[in-house]
């Protein structure tokens, strides 16, 4: 079936660049989407990419997608100790009927 | 503005006691809903999903069933709760149009 993966930690310094990558299988993905969960909380939509794109900026939040080698990333610029949470990489998939496929998250350390 | 809402937002329950669980969406008509089990192992499951009043998908056969009864109210139920019922639920919705999904705070089920 369609897969989606990624590193489960990682851990920064405040101040520094964070950057959690993704990869996926699925070469008909329409959508692929990162959210954030913070402790106990649902999920939050961060920021989508469409798959004709090959980079997204949001403030603080950069998107780039490598459509060939089926690789999505997101880079978080100067890392607030607010941003620890577990980031989730998510594809929509057209090959099982238009559902969300997520990762396994990363976990997102921030440290002073 | 659309707003997801979910309660209990805890619930503790002994084995084979019954199970209800709902959410409802504001601001928003003939939503796609969702349920989605998220295990200690931080994986998304999604159990369910409805495109109408009535219409349920189930996506993994299980002890839990769901129910639409309003076209803004989306249910989950058990009629015995196992232990491996645990975990944190959550409902999403998206819109006829667009894909993306909006999730809601959680409910924490704890099956004792």
């Known amino acids: 079936g369609e897969d989606v993966e990624q590193s489960l930690f990682l851990s920064v310094r405040e101040g520094d660049s964070s950057v959690i990558n993704c990869t996926y299988t699925?070469?008909?993905?329409?959508?692929l989407y990162w959210y954030k969960q913070e402790p106990g909380a649902g999920l939050q939509l961060l920021t989508y990419?469409?798959?004709?794109?090959d980079m997204k900026q949001d403030q603080r939040l950069t998107v780039l997608l490598n459509k060939k080698d089926k690789h999505l990333s997101l880079r978080i610029a100067d890392t607030q100790t607010g941003d620890s949470a577990i980031y989730f990489c998510?594809?929509?998939?057209?090959?099982?009927?238009?559902?969300?496929?997520f990762g396994q998250g990363t976990e997102l350390s921030v440290k002073p | 503005s659309q707003t997801i809402h979910q309660w209990p937002a805890t619930l503790v329950q002994p084995v084979g006691s019954p199970l209800s669980l709902e959410c409802t969406v504001e601001?928003?008509?003939?939503?796609?809903l969702y349920w989605y089990r998220q295990a200690a192992g931080r994986g998304l499951q999604l159990l369910f999903y409805?495109?109408?009043?009535?219409?349920i998908s189930s996506e993994v056969p299980q002890n839990l069933s769901a129910s639409r009864p309003q076209d803004r109210q989306f249910i989950l139920s058990s009629k015995k709760l196992l232990l491996s019922d645990s975990g944190f639920y959550l409902c999403?919705?998206?819109?006829?149009?667009?894909?993306?999904?909006?999730f809601g705070p959680g409910t924490r089920l704890t099956v004792l």
């Open positions: 699925d070469s008909s993905s329409t959508y």
């Open positions: 990419i469409f798959s004709n794109m």
């Open positions: 998510a594809e929509m998939s057209r090959n099982q009927g238009g559902k969300l496929i």
């Open positions: 601001g928003t008509s003939n939503p796609n």
């Open positions: 409805s495109v109408g009043i009535g219409q």
């Open positions: 999403a919705w998206s819109g006829q149009s667009t894909d993306t999904q909006y």
